[in-house]
C-alpha cells in the first residue's frame, strides 16, 4: 500500500464528535479514560479537536482545549482532522455532515442508525471514491461486536441466516410483562422511567428501530437488502399479558426477533414477535439485552449477547470503529487532511 508522507509523520490522531447526548458523550470520556490502550495500538495518540452541539445553553465537561460549536463547518476548516464520529439523531442534517466529511478526507464513525439504514450504501460508495474507511459498528445491537463478526465470517463461511433481538426496548417491556405480570402501558413506563425508552417510543415499540438494523445487517452479511416493501414489520404492541400467560403456560416466551435469510438469490427478511421454546439460543436473553445468531456452512450457529444500548457499550462499539478505521488506513486520508485549506 502507498503511503502518503503525512501518514508516516503524523503522531495524533484528530477527531471530532457530532453529538454530545449519551453516544456523543460516552465516546469523549472513553477516548480520555482509554487513551492508553489507543496509543498502544495505534501507536499514536488519538485527541478530540471538536464537539458539534445544537443547545449552547446546557452545562458540558469538556476540555477547553475542544473547539465546542453550533457549526459543522467551523469543524471542517480545523487544520487538520481524521475522525468524524457521528452521534446525532434522525436523518439530516447527518446525512450531509458525514459526506462533506468524506470529501475533506475524513474516516467516518456512526451509530445513528437510522441515518444509515437509508444513506448508508451512498456513504460507502462516496468513502470508496475518497479513500476513506465507514465504521458503524454501533448501528447494530449497540456494544456487540456483530458487525466486525461477519466482517470476519464473510471471509470464506456462507452464511445461512441471521437471527437477532435488535431492540432492547422492546425485550424489556416483554421480559417485564412476563416475570412481573405487568400490561403493557406499566412496562413502557417503566422503561422509559430507567431511560431504555425515548417520550416517543413508537420507532422501538412498532419495530421500526429493530428494522434498521436488520436492513444494515442484511446488507454485511449477504451483501444486499431485501425490498424493504416485502419486510413483514411488526412490533409488540398487540401482544396482551394473556398471550404471555398462556405461552408461559406451554413453556414458551415470546421475543421480538428479527430474521434473515437467503434461499437462492432471494433475500427475505421478517422483524416481528415469535413465540420461542427453551431450545432457542435467544430464551434466555432478558431485559434490555440485546442477542445476535449467526448460521453458516462451516462453523454452524454462533450466537452474541450482550448490551444493546447505553452510553459506555455503544461508545465501545464506535472505540473498536476508530481502530478498525484507523488499521484499515487508506492512503488518501492525511494527504487530503493535509491539503484542505
Ligand atoms: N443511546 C444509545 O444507547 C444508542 C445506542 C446505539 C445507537 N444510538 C444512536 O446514536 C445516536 C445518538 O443517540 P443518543 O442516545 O446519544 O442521542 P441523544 O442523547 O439524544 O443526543 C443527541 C445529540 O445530538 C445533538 N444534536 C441533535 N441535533 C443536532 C444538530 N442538528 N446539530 C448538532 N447536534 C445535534 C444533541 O445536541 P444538544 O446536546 O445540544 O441537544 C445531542 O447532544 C442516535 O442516532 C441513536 O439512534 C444510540
Redesign the pocket.
Same mark, same amino acid.
Given at each position: 500500500m502507498i503511503k502518503s508522507k503525512g501518514a508516516d509523520t503524523m503522531t495524533v490522531i484528530k477527531v471530532a464528535i457530532? #453529538?454530545? /447526548?449519551?453516544? #456523543?458523550? /460516552?465516546v469523549y470520556r472513553t477516548i480520555q479514560s482509554h487513551a492508553e490502550e489507543l496509543t498502544a495500538v495505534l501507536g499514536k495518540k488519538v485527541e478530540v479537536s471538536a464537539v458539534?452541539?445544537?443547545?449552547?445553553?446546557?452545562a458540558?465537561n469538556i476540555s477547553e482545549d475542544v473547539l465546542v460549536t453550533?457549526e459543522?463547518a467551523e469543524i471542517l476548516r480545523l487544520p487538520q482532522l481524521d475522525i468524524v464520529v457521528?452521534?446525532?439523531?434522525?436523518r439530516?442534517?447527518?446525512f450531509s455532515?458525514l459526506k462533506k466529511a468524506i470529501e475533506r478526507g475524513c474516516h467516518i464513525i456512526?451509530?445513528?442508525?437510522?441515518?444509515f439504514a437509508h444513506h448508508g450504501e451512498e456513504l460507502l460508495e462516496l468513502a470508496e471514491e475518497n479513500n476513506v474507511s465507514v465504521g458503524y459498528e454501533?448501528?447494530v445491537a449497540?456494544g456487540i461486536p456483530v458487525i466486525q463478526t461477519l466482517r470476519q465470517l464473510l471471509n470464506i463461511n456462507r452464511i445461512k441466516q441471521v437471527q437477532g433481538i435488535l431492540n432492547?426496548t422492546s425485550n424489556f417491556i416483554l421480559t417485564e410483562m412476563r416475570e412481573k405480570k405487568q400490561s403493557f402501558e406499566q412496562a413502557l413506563q417503566l422503561a422509559q422511567e430507567n431511560g431504555f425508552a425515548e417520550a416517543d417510543p413508537t420507532n422501538d415499540v412498532e419495530g421500526f428501530?429493530a428494522f434498521y438494523k436488520t436492513m444494515i445487517l442484511s446488507r454485511i452479511a449477504f451483501g444486499e437488502e431485501p425490498n424493504w416493501h416485502d419486510v413483514e414489520r411488526e412490533g409488540i404492541t398487540a401482544i396482551t399479558s394473556e398471550m404471555i400467560e398462556t405461552a408461559e403456560k406451554l413453556g414458551l416466551k415470546y421475543k421480538h426477533i428479527a430474521t434473515i435469510s437467503r434461499t437462492g438469490d432471494q433475500i427475505k427478511a421478517t422483524v416481528r414477535p415469535a413465540l420461542i421454546g427453551s431450545e432457542h439460543p435467544f430464551y434466555h436473553v432478558e431485559g434490555v439485552q440485546n442477542a445476535v445468531s449467526i448460521q453458516s456452512d462451516i462453523v454452524g450457529e454462533i450466537t452474541l449477547q450482550g448490551p444493546?444500548?447505553?452510553?459506555f457499550?455503544?461508545a465501545s462499539?464506535v472505540i473498536e470503529d476508530l481502530v478498525y478505521v484507523c488499521k484499515n488506513n487508506k492512503p488518501a486520508l492525511r494527504l487530503r487532511a493535509l491539503t484542505t485549506n
Open positions: 457530532l #453529538g454530545f /447526548g449519551t453516544v #456523543g458523550e /460516552g458539534l452541539i445544537k443547545n449552547t445553553q446546557k458540558r453550533t459543522f457521528e452521534a446525532i439523531v434522525e439530516e442534517p447527518p455532515f456512526t451509530a445513528n442508525k437510522e441515518m454501533a448501528t449497540g432492547g428501530d444493546g444500548a447505553g452510553m457499550p455503544t462499539a
